[in-house]
Structure formats: structure tokens, C-alpha cells
């Protein structure tokens, strides 16, 4: 057996019963790199420290055997990471769209809405819950 071979199978026996990396790990990852040079360009200590913290966290999780906790790790922070990268995307086209339309919330279940600007007042019906209320745009 060459040398390669013999560290891909104790690769293999060492990764059995492990997940490895998923999108939890990948973004503790990312964040140790950043926080690490962030804190080698700022020459902040701390930072250095809490990327160091970031790359433990991250390998522990890789080699941990307790799958189902970190199963429902990942999916709560895939499920926080959704929202909030949907909210960015939204705000960046509000912003865009700023001089096109008017956005306002529905009074009753305070989806955002959006009516084109200059069109004065009209009835708008939400898409979402149904309900009719006068708008000014
Ligand atoms: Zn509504």
C-alpha cells in the first residue's frame, strides 16, 4: 500500500461516522478568515482570537458524531441565513426602485406592498390577505 493510499484510508476511517463540512461550518469558515485578517489589518488582537474560535467551532463540528444536533444546527442558521439575505434583497430593490414606486405595509398583515408613483389615490386589495384599503401614491 503507497503512502497516499494509506492516508486516504485513515482519511476514511476517521471521517466515518461524520458529516463534515456543511453550509454552517463553510460560513464559520469564511468568518474566521475574515475576522482573521481583519484583525491582522487592524492589529486587533480580539478579532485574531474570535477567528481562532470560528476555525475550533468549525472543525469540531465537521468531526462531531452527534449528527441529528448538528443537522438541526445548520438547518436553523440555513433558515436565519434565507431570511436575512431575502431582506437585504428586498431593501437593495426598494432602493433601486425608490423613484418608480411607493412602498407601504398592509394595515392587516403588514406585507409590503408597492404602487407606482403619481398614480394619486386608489383602492389597493393586499395579494396576501385580501383586504381592500384606500392608498395614496
Ligand atoms: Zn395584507
Redesign the pocket.
Known amino acids: 500500500m503507497s503512502f497516499m493510499q494509506k492516508l486516504r484510508e485513515g482519511f476514511r476511517k476517521l471521517m466515518t461516522g461524520r458529516r463534515g463540512a456543511d453550509e454552517l461550518s463553510l460560513a464559520l469558515l469564511i468568518g474566521g478568515v475574515v475576522l482573521s485578517m481583519l484583525g491582522s489589518l487592524l492589529r486587533f488582537g480580539l478579532l485574531n482570537l474570535l477567528g481562532l474560535a470560528c476555525y475550533i467551532i468549525c472543525l469540531w463540528r465537521m468531526l462531531s458524531r452527534n449528527l441529528e444536533k448538528r443537522y438541526q444546527e445548520n438547518v436553523k442558521f440555513t433558515t436565519a441565513w434565507r431570511k436575512a439575505s431575502a431582506s437585504v434583497r428586498q431593501f437593495i430593490n426598494r432602493m433601486k426602485n425608490m423613484r418608480k414606486y411607493k412602498y407601504f405595509k398592509?394595515p392587516?398583515?403588514h406585507?409590503l406592498l408597492r404602487l407606482p408613483r403619481k398614480v394619486g389615490e386608489v383602492t389597493v386589495t393586499?395579494g396576501?390577505?385580501r383586504?381592500a384599503f384606500k392608498q395614496k401614491a
Open positions: 398592509c392587516e398583515c406585507a393586499c396576501k390577505c383586504h
